[in-house]
């Protein structure tokens, strides 16, 4: 063991957890993919521009303080290193600076997020296709933005915020056209009462839209038939929406249908997951302090379920006190003790989920797209092909990526992964969760053979691998 | 593609190459937004149809963007900042097994 407790990911649940099993005097090391500690939420935060981190808000700004405070923890950090194997033994392997080394403990806290939902529609592999999420990245760590004109499309807080802040930004926004169907306004109103528990969220989407509107950006609801047209790279976004066609010019087209769990890791190692149907996603299973179905491995944050940032930072806290309690670090009275005022913030945190999980549902032609829509952007699969497979006698996932190739390209199936298993889902009559997802295998990210001649432990003794 | 809200100002800049060309990039941008600032696109065409493709996540799950980097192919240029003097190739097809294997 090299150490009491592996943290993989600093955006909020991973900081959150470091700074917490430290505080407990835990022996903590933290890997992060990023030069910057932040994850995706808090990108840049401390090096950001003022005119950057004043466009983005407080929101954005609250993550400085947390990561001024790992800064000055003392928490081992290893930033730029990618973590590419896990083993059902925890070890965990990582590359740094073009080497490979392995660390192992007995408690692995994953904080490795979400990522966009994909949005398979026709032409969505032309240059110039972004997530929505991608236009906010290129504002946090570079101040960037679309240079020509942008429409944006789909659902979801993120969609209306990122387009609030391209606004302010200076970018040239040709429209909005919002995907949800307009039965999830009556799903959701049930669950308005539970929402108007958290005022200060619906506050602020409503301020979105207010501002929105009165910049006079135009704007579609109901859209359905996207299409992005364009030869060698995106020009407009066309669509339906009131009973009209429509088409937008557009060089540059975000797509955004909300935030799924990255399982990538969690399927390499081969825990229990369970298909959510509110959340139309792959969640791992895990109980109240993030604890998976292997022991040892936990989840916080947004990797297990979608809960937004201050939520995950509130998980993370409980999982890094699950943890300590593991390896017999603290008593089970001073666990929960100090876990109250987490669970409350947490279920604070939650209330709106329900609310917004019904209002800005994907619609079924995301989930389970058109026949001639690409789904698989790496091998070039079409919906059609996955179809055909399950006619032909494919019974889930792994069959579908061995005979056509879907999946098996270098994003190992993180772009088409759900999409296929709804789509064969829907051909053999079965629920999502009978069909189970991609087999994942490592290296979860590609790495140089070279990293693998330097692959050392901890101590810098040779490895026999 | 992509341009900054405010002038370089006194932000560090470091020049590399991308296809031989010399494009200025502003100190600690990934290289993807440093591509998509400079108008560079496509940034690779598939192996399996040679089509376009350009970045459409910039946070390491699309592989899209991938480019070669100093020699060593299929790098995700948007978990990696640009660094002064590095040679950037766009990537036509699938990756090539020549000399090294």
């Given at each position: ?18 700074l ?8 903590t ?13 808090y ?31 003392g ?20 590359m740094?600076?073009?080497r490979?080394f ?30 929505a999420?991608?236009a ?6 570079a ?22 802040q ?11 056209v ?5 039965g ?31 910049a006079g950006?135009p ?18 976004l ?6 009209r ?13 909300g ?15 369970d ?10 299973r ?19 379920s ?41 279920k ?15 619609p ?8 001639d ?8 699969v079409?919906?059609g ?11 889930g ?8 190739r ?7 199936g993180?772009?088409c992964?759900?999409?296929v ?33 330097a ?5 810098h ?5 | ?17 991308v ?36 970045p ?15 020699g ?7 978990m ?10 766009l ?11």
């Open positions: 063991m090299t150490h009491d407790l592996i943290v993989i990911g600093a955006g909020p649940a991973g900081i959150s957890t470091a917490t099993a430290a505080s407990l005097g835990l022996k090391v933290l890997l992060d993919e990023q030069p910057r500690a932040g994850g995706q939420i990108r840049n935060v401390t090096v950001a521009p003022p005119k950057v981190t004043e466009l983005l808000g407080p929101d954005y700004r609250y993550g400085r303080a947390m990561v001024e405070r790992l800064e000055r923890s928490v081992d950090v290893r930033h730029a290193a990618v973590v590419w194997d896990v083993a059902r033994d925890l070890s965990v392997t990582a740094q600076a073009g490979s392995q660390l192992r403990a007995p408690q692995l806290i994953a904080a490795t997020g979400a990522m966009e939902r994909p949005s398979p529609i026709p032409g969505w592999t032309l240059p110039g296709v972004m997530n999420g991608a906010q990245i290129a504002l946090k760590s101040g960037s933005v679309p240079s020509g004109p942008v429409v944006l499309a789909g659902g979801g807080p993120l969609l209306l915020l990122v387009a609030c391209l606004l302010e930004a200076g970018a040239t926004l040709e429209g909005i919002e995907t949800s169907p307009t999830n306004r009556w799903r959701a109103l049930p669950h308005l009462p539970a929402a108007l528990g958290s005022p200060t969220a619906l506050l602020k989407g409503l301020g979105f839209m207010r501002k929105l509107r009165s950006v704007w579609f609801t109901g859209a359905t038939e996207l299409m992005v047209d364009g030869q060698e790279k995106a020009q407009a066309s669509f339906k929406a009131g009973g066609a429509h088409s937008l010019k557009a060089s540059v087209v975000l797509l955004h249908h935030v799924v769990p990255n399982t990538q890791l969690t399927r390499l190692m081969r825990v229990e997951h298909w959510d149907t509110a959340q139309v996603c792959w969640q791992p895990v109980d109240a302090w993030g604890q998976t179905t292997l022991d040892g491995l936990r989840i916080a944050g947004d990797g297990a979608i809960g937004g940032a201050l939520a995950a930072e509130r998980s993370g806290v409980l999982a890094a006190l699950g943890a300590a309690h593991a390896i017999g670090r603290l008593s089970l009275a001073e666990r929960d003790a100090r876990a109250q005022p987490a669970i409350k913030a947490l604070q945190q939650l209330h709106i989920r329900p609310f917004l999980d019904a209002l800005y549902r994907p079924e032609w995301i989930n389970t797209p058109a026949d829509t690409m789904v698989c952007r790496c091998e070039e079409t919906a092909r996955v179809r055909e497979m399950a006619r032909l006698g494919c019974q996932p792994n069959q579908t990526k061995f005979f056509s879907c999946g098996m390209g270098p994003c190992q993180r772009m992964g759900a999409t298993s709804q789509i064969l889902a829907k051909e053999l009559g079965k629920p999502v969760a009978e069909i189970g997802a991609y087999r994942i295998r490592a290296p979860l990210k590609p790495v140089p053979m070279a990293s693998l001649a692959l050392f432990d901890d101590n003794e040779n490895h026999p691998t | 593609m992509f341009r900054p809200i405010e002038p370089t100002g006194e932000k560090r800049t470091v020049a590399l190459q296809e031989g060309k010399s494009i200025v990039a502003r100190a600690g941008d990934t290289l993807a937004i440093a591509l998509l600032n400079a108008g560079v696109t496509p940034f690779r065409q598939t192996p399996v149809s040679g089509r376009p493709r350009a459409l996540c910039l946070m390491g799950v699309c592989f899209d963007c991938l480019v070669e980097v100093d060593q192919q299929n790098v995700q240029s948007c990696l900042e640009v660094q002064e003097g590095m040679q950037v190739q990537q036509h097809g699938a990756r090539h097994m020549e000399g090294d294997v």
